[in-house]
């Protein structure tokens, strides 16, 4: 059975901000990934792949979820199929492997909504989710969904910095890039 995700977003005063709202998320969401790997490149590599508990099993595996999410939904907003071929490495790559592909994969979201108008966002595009059903998600639905589900991800890896003795990691707040960050 084929559904629609409704939009909340119909005033046409709305759609004429929503490609600048969506282009600040994905910049934001590169910023806020840059911040995290390059905290992370302070610290022992070995710390990235060790094993703790939380939802994936240490920062390495968790940065590579956010990889392959932000992939999987990319491909889905430029209504690829299914089957499209992923370039997400196995759990073997490195951890210096994973952080590039991440910052990689992000600029290329920045690359993709830039070139995007108000049409093209508010466009649905039909999205297999495995478990759920078939969906026509519009494009900008689907963005807001990377970005947070990063969001939620990249505090994740805090959580699993802290039970490894990191007390020292950067400020990812949306507000402290609107405020301070973005203009770095």
Not at 95 to 121: C, D, F, K, P
Not at 125 to 139: K, Q, S
Not at 145 to 168: A, C, E, K, P
């Given at each position: 059975m084929?559904?629609?995700?409704?939009?909340?977003?119909?005033?046409?005063?709305?759609?004429?901000?929503?490609?600048?709202?969506?282009?600040?998320?994905?910049?934001?969401?590169?910023?806020?990934?840059?911040?995290?790997?390059?905290?992370?490149?302070?610290?022992?590599?070995?710390?990235?792949?060790?094993?703790?508990?939380?939802?994936?099993?240490?920062?390495?595996?968790?940065?590579?979820?956010?990889?392959?999410?932000?992939?999987?939904?990319?491909?889905n907003?430029?209504?690829?199929?299914?089957?499209?071929?992923?370039?997400?490495?196995?759990?073997?790559?490195?951890?210096?492997?994973?952080?590039?592909?991440?910052?990689?994969?992000?600029?290329?979201?920045?690359?993709?909504?830039?070139?995007?108008?108000?049409e093209?966002?508010?466009?649905?595009?039909?999205?297999?989710?495995?478990?759920?059903?078939?969906?026509?998600?519009?494009?900008?639905?689907?963005?807001?969904?990377v970005?947070?589900?990063?969001?939620?991800?990249?505090?994740?890896?805090?959580?699993?910095?802290?039970?490894?003795?990191?007390?020292?990691?950067?400020?990812?707040?949306?507000?402290?890039?609107?405020?301070?960050?973005?203009?770095?």
């Amino acid at each position: 059975m084929l559904h629609a995700a409704s939009s909340l977003f119909t005033n046409t005063v709305v759609n004429h901000v929503l490609v600048g709202i969506m282009q600040e998320q994905v910049n934001y969401n590169l910023w806020a990934n840059t911040q995290i790997i390059n905290f992370l490149r302070t610290k022992p590599e070995e710390l990235m792949e060790k094993e703790v508990a939380s939802s994936y099993a240490g920062i390495k595996a968790t940065l590579l979820h956010i990889w392959d999410c932000q992939d999987w939904w990319l491909i889905n907003m430029k209504n690829g199929p299914a089957s499209a071929a992923r370039d997400i490495p196995a759990a073997s790559a490195t951890v210096t492997e994973v952080m590039e592909g991440l910052l990689a994969h992000s600029r290329e979201m920045v690359n993709y909504i830039e070139q995007m108008t108000e049409e093209g966002l508010n466009e649905t595009c039909l999205v297999a989710i495995p478990f759920t059903g078939d969906y026509l998600i519009p494009r900008f639905q689907m963005l807001q969904q990377v970005t947070m589900h990063s969001v939620y991800h990249r505090g994740q890896v805090v959580t699993i910095g802290r039970q490894l003795g990191f007390t020292d990691a950067p400020n990812t707040d949306y507000m402290y890039y609107m405020l301070l960050g973005r203009n770095k």
